[in-house]
Nanobody, 127 residues
Framework: QVPVVESGGGLVQAGGSLRLSCVAS????????MGWFRQAPGKEREFVAA????????GYTDSVKGRFTISRDNAKNTVFLQMNSLKPEDTAVYYC????????????????????WGQGTQVTVSS
């Protein structure tokens, strides 16, 4: 069973909004911090946003600050990424990550920090 599943991607015009969801199912993670990453065609996967268990501690890459918001509903084991004012350069496959390998941080921003990954959801922003 895939422990992490994303949904909510799609095609949107520049300036529009999308809300991605990520459900961590089938297991209980000892460290519930989660994150979103993205990979555009021809580019390496990059960090987008991360959140700690309480939802208070969050982090964003500079290019999405003020436009994207990460949040979570722990009762549903779900993390959300609200994406507003989308730009064509936001076009990418968005991946949810869970199960940090280490503890002690408010949130985690490196790919190698996470053990579990979703299959990705495509976000396409047209100009």
């Amino acid at each position: 069973q895939v422990p992490v599943v994303e949904s909510g991607g799609g095609l949107v015009q520049a300036g529009g909004s999308l809300r991605l969801s990520c459900v961590a199912s089938g297991r209980t993670f000892s460290n519930p911090a989660m994150g979103w990453f993205r990979q555009a065609p021809g580019k390496e996967r990059e960090f987008v946003a991360a959140i700690g268990y309480s939802g208070v501690n969050t982090g964003y890459t500079d290019s999405v600050k003020g436009r994207f918001t990460i949040s979570r509903d722990n009762a549903k084991n779900t993390v959300f990424l609200q994406m507003n004012s989308l730009k064509p350069e936001d076009t990418a496959v968005y991946y949810c990550a869970a199960g940090p390998r280490i503890s002690g941080r408010a949130y985690y921003t490196k790919e190698n920090d996470y053990r579990y990954w979703g299959q990705g959801t495509q976000v396409t922003v047209s100009s």
